[in-house]
């Protein structure tokens, strides 16, 4: 779980979190807002939950209770992860980056 209290510095986080969840087959369940609105659908590939107790609760909840819908979230979040978040499907990106960095020095 990745619960965050909505600040302006949290809003700056990276959506890292979503990433190791999802590369180890794990629901992915977060706070309602950016940086993880920017990929979790929830309800697809891991649950956004609002910063209440009663949601919270009633997210995990559910995850524990429902087998087919934890395996389902998990399993589509780790697709998400090998189709958009590996070397192999950002290494364009990274050297892109790299060779700006190359040219601006």
Do not use: M
């Amino acid at each position: 779980i990745a619960p965050l209290v909505e600040t302006e510095f949290n809003r700056c986080k990276s959506y890292i979190k979503y990433i190791d969840y999802a590369a180890l087959n794990l629901v992915p369940v977060c706070s309602d807002f950016t940086p993880y609105q920017d990929v979790i659908q929830s309800g697809t590939n891991g649950l956004l939950v609002k910063n209440d107790t009663q949601s919270w609760f009633q997210a995990l909840d559910r995850l524990i209770e429902d087998d087919t819908y934890r395996h389902r979230l998990s399993d589509n979040a780790y697709q998400d992860y090998l189709s958009h978040h590996t070397l192999n499907t950002q290494i364009v990106n990274w050297i892109d980056a790299f060779n700006e960095l190359v040219r601006t020095e």
